[in-house]
C-alpha cells in the first residue's frame, strides 16, 4: 500500500557529497519510522540511518558525522545527506519504511516496505 520512489544517486569523486530523496505515498507517512539502508557487491544489506516519528534519527557507525537523515512530513519525503563520501560508500541505497516500530530498527526485516533502490558510486 506504499510506494517509495527515490532519487539522487550518482557518480562522485572521494570527498563529495550528495543528498538523496524518497518520495512516498499514503496518508500516513507521518506515522512510519523511515530507513536508508544499502548493499554493496557481494555483502549483505546494512543498515546506514533512520528517523523516527518524533524525529529521533539512528545512525551506522560508520556514517556517523557524515551523513544526516531527516523528514518532511508535509511533502511525504524523506532525505539522506550524504558528505565526505568514501570509496567504501559505494552500494546501492534502499528507502524503506515501518508502519510499526516494534523490534530492531537496525535490521531490514522489520521494514515492509522499500523503493527499488539508487546506486550510489564513489572513486577515489
Known amino acids: 500500500q506504499v510506494q517509495l520512489v527515490e532519487s539522487g544517486g550518482g557518480s562522485v569523486q572521494a570527498g563529495d557529497s550528495l543528498r538523496l530523496s524518497c518520495a512516498a505515498s499514503?496518508?500516513?507517512?507521518?506515522?512510519?519510522?523511515m530507513g536508508w539502508f544499502r548493499q554493496a557487491p557481494g555483502k549483505e544489506r546494512e543498515f546506514v540511518a533512520a528517523i523516527g516519528t518524533s524525529a529521533n534519527t539512528y545512525y551506522a557507525d560508520s556514517v556517523k558525522g557524515r551523513f544526516t537523515i531527516s523528514r518532511d512530513n508535509a511533502k511525504n519525503t524523506v532525505y539522506l545527506q550524504m558528505n565526505s563520501l568514501k570509496p567504501e560508500d559505494t552500494a546501492v541505497y534502499y528507502c524503506?519504511?515501518?508502519?510499526?516500530?516494534?523490534?530492531?530498527?537496525?535490521?531490514?526485516?522489520?521494514?515492509?516496505?522499500w523503493g527499488q533502490g539508487t546506486q550510489v558510486t564513489v572513486s577515489s
Open positions: 524503506a519504511a515501518r508502519p510499526l516500530s516494534l523490534g530492531r530498527t537496525t535490521r531490514p526485516s522489520n521494514y515492509d516496505y
Open positions: 499514503g496518508r500516513t507517512f507521518s506515522r512510519y519510522t
